[in-house]
C-alpha cells in the first residue's frame, strides 16, 4: 500500500488527538498533534507577556517549536524545553485559540507542517488540515460531539489532572471556542468538501476506531 496523508479536523475536545494517535500506530505512520504548535506558541507568548499581533509576529523567528519522543509519546518542545505539560492548561488552550488568528502565525506554522508531510505517511491532526494544510490528503475526516458531551469528556480530563474545575464553565469554555475557532477570517474551522464527517456523541472509542480504521482500510 502506497503510504497517504491522513488530515483529522475537528472541534476541541472532540478525541481528534486520541483517535490520530491511535490510527498513526495502527498505519505505522508518523502522528503530529498540530494544535500542541498552536499551543507552543501561545505559552511563548503568556510567558513573555505578549499580547499584540504586531509584537507576536515580531517574534516568531525567536520562537522554534518541535517534537521529542519521551517514553514513546510525543511532546512538544519550545525552543528545546519540553513544554508539553504546560500547553495542556485551559490558559494555554485559551491563548493558543487566540494566537491562531494571527495570519503570519498560521502561515509559520502552516510551513512547517508541510514540510513534515512531504514523505506522506502521516496522520495530522488540527482545524485546517483537510482545507489549507494539506488540500490533496488521500483521507480526510472531520470529527464531531455535541457541545455537552465534549464538554463533559474535557470536565473529566482536568478531574483527573487534579482539578476542581466548574462544568459550566468548561461548557462555556468550549462554546467560545467553538465560535473562535469558526469565526475567525483566517482558515477558519470548516470541514472540507470531500472530508468524511465522523460524529462521535454516541460511539464508544472502540466502535469510533472501528470505523476509522475502515475508512482508512479502504486505502489499502
Ligand atoms: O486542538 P487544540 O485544542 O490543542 O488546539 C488549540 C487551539 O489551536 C485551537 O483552539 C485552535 C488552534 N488550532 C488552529 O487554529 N489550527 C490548527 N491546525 C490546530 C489548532
Request: glycine letters at 6%; a negative charge; hydrophobic letters at 40%.
Amino acid at each position: 500500500m502506497n503510504k497517504i496523508i491522513v488530515a483529522i479536523d475537528g472541534y476541541s475536545s472532540c478525541g481528534k488527538s486520541t483517535i490520530a494517535k491511535a490510527l498513526a500506530k495502527y498505519a505505522g505512520y508518523t502522528y503530529v498533534d498540530t494544535g500542541a504548535m498552536y499551543r507552543a506558541i501561545g505559552l511563548y507568548t503568556l510567558r513573555h507577556r505578549l499580547s499584540e499581533p504586531a509584537e507576536i509576529i515580531a517574534a516568531l523567528p525567536d520562537i522554534k517549536v518541535g517534537f521529542i519522543l519521551v517514553d514513546g509519546a510525543q511532546h512538544v518542545t519550545l525552543n528545546g524545553e519540553d513544554v508539553e505539560s504546560q500547553i495542556r492548561t485551559l490558559e494555554a488552550g485559551n491563548q493558543a485559540s487566540r494566537i491562531s488568528q494571527i495570519k503570519e502565525v498560521r502561515a509559520f506554522l502552516v510551513a512547517q507542517q508541510q514540510a513534515m508531510g512531504i514523505e506522506k505517511g502521516i496522520v495530522m491532526d488540527g482545524r485546517d488540515i483537510g482545507t489549507v494544510v494539506f488540500p490533496n490528503a488521500e483521507l480526510k475526516l472531520f470529527l464531531t460531539a455535541s457541545p455537552e458531551v465534549r464538554a463533559q469528556r474535557r470536565y473529566d480530563e482536568l478531574v483527573a489532572k487534579g482539578e476542581k474545575p466548574d462544568f459550566d464553565e468548561v461548557l462555556k469554555d468550549v462554546t467560545d471556542r467553538d465560535y473562535r475557532d469558526t469565526h475567525r477570517a483566517e482558515s477558519p474551522l470548516r470541514q472540507a468538501d470531500d472530508a468524511i464527517v465522523v460524529d462521535n456523541s454516541h460511539m464508544t472509542p472502540d466502535e469510533q476506531m472501528e470505523v476509522i480504521y475502515g475508512y482508512f482500510n479502504r486505502f489499502k
